[in-house]
């Protein structure tokens, strides 16, 4: 069955300090992995997909499929980083794919 | 502006009074879903829709009802909510199979 595992609730880092976050998967097919950010008090909005291979705001990631591993990666974070991050995978069904998330990664940036 | 709009916002209710979150998209999406958000669990799927009329449950529907009778709404209903359902909501919806998938914008519900 797809799975997305996200271990850490809670990543606390000082402006300025590199930020990972973790993203595992376990899946059958070909994956299609997506990180979506919530800010507070703001809806969902994606960040970025593998497929495409992009860095936006700073934050990139790469697709580990020997690792079945997905983290989100940024070299300098900043505050206005603080949000709840979603790692999410795209799972074939038979009607269409479906995205199945992760628990969600809450990143504090502090000054 | 393309978006996914729901209603209410916030609504607080007793145990066992019917009802219904509205959900509406305004970009021509096929899929539509509903999710649960919850402190440590994450997000999880109650039902999606694949286009009109087309609906299937999701992870967690216990308790749940869709529909799907014109393709820009997908109404959640709750027929006797309990307080297990008191949670944040979002509906989302895309573009085929593997599009982009925007989300509204959550309602808190509470149920006491």
């Known amino acids: 069955a797809q799975r997305v595992t996200q271990p850490e609730k809670l990543l606390s880092v000082f402006k300025g300090a590199p930020v990972e976050l973790k993203c595992n998967y376990s899946?059958?097919?070909?994956?299609?992995l997506f990180w979506y950010v919530q800010y507070s008090r703001q809806r969902l909005q994606l960040l970025l997909r593998?497929?495409s291979r992009e860095s936006i705001k700073g934050f990139t990631a790469d697709l580990n499929k020997g690792e079945t591993s997905f983290h989100l990666k940024k070299p300098f974070a900043q505050e206005e980083d603080s949000a709840m991050y979603y790692c999410?995978?795209?799972?074939?069904?038979?009607?269409?794919?479906?995205?199945?998330f992760g628990a969600g990664t809450i990143l504090r940036v502090k000054s | 502006e393309a978006q996914v709009t729901q209603n209410p916002r916030y609504l607080i209710t007793v145990t066992g009074k019917k009802l219904t979150v509205t959900c509406s998209q305004n970009?021509?999406?096929?899929?539509m879903s509903w999710y649960r958000q919850d402190p440590g669990l994450g997000l999880r799927q109650i039902y999606y829709?694949?286009?009109?009329?087309?609906?299937d449950k999701g992870d967690v529907p216990e308790g749940y009802k869709v529909s799907r009778k014109e393709k820009r709404n997908f109404p959640l209903i709750l027929e006797s909510p309990s307080p297990n359902q008191t949670s944040l909501y979002f509906c989302?919806?895309?573009?085929?199979?593997?599009?982009?998938?925007?989300f509204g914008p959550g309602t808190r519900l509470t149920v006491t």
């Open positions: 970009m021509n999406h096929e899929y």
């Open positions: 999410a995978l795209s799972a074939y069904m038979e009607y269409g794919n479906k995205l199945v």
């Open positions: 593998h497929i």
């Open positions: 829709s694949m286009n009109v009329e087309v609906t």
């Open positions: 989302a919806s895309r573009s085929g199979t593997a599009g982009e998938q925007y």
């Open positions: 899946y059958s097919g070909s994956p299609e």
